[in-house]
Nanobody, 116 residues
Framework: QVQLVESGGGLVQPGGSLKLSCKFS????????MSWYRQGPGGERELVAS????????KYADFVKGRFTISRQNYKDTLYLQMNNLLPEDTAVYYC?????????WGRGTQVTVSS
């Protein structure tokens, strides 16, 4: 069974940076496409960034392009999200997602709050 555990969230001032991590437990991390989603207060869950299994191709939502970077280390079974120049509207719970064929797994999320 796959488990995902996010970490690295917290309180940061506008313009600051955070790096989120998602630890994957289970078989075949390298087979999964991985994504970060977020859900802000009163909002719907939205896709932030995704990376394919080998890590060669990435995609970003327009609202984070140029500020966030998704990456993975398959030998560590870990996904990352480097977030720079954070804005108050980036405040949300950030979730890690693993997807492979019909298999879809979610972590419990990590809170990111951007406030002065």
């Amino acid at each position: 069974q796959v488990q995902l555990v996010e970490s690295g969230g917290g309180l940061v001032q506008p313009g600051g940076s955070l790096k989120l991590s998602c630890k994957f437990s289970g078989p075949a991390f390298g087979a999964y496409a991985m994504s970060w989603y977020r859900q802000g207060p009163g909002g719907e869950r939205e896709l932030v960034a995704s990376i394919e299994a080998a890590g060669r191709t990435t995609k970003y939502a327009d609202f984070v392009k140029g500020r966030f970077t998704i990456s993975r280390q398959n030998y560590k079974d870990t996904l990352y999200l480097q977030m720079n120049n954070l804005l108050p509207e980036d405040t949300a719970v950030y979730y890690c997602n693993a997807h492979w064929i019909s298999r879809d797994y979610w972590g419990r999320g990590t809170q990111v709050t951007v406030s002065s």
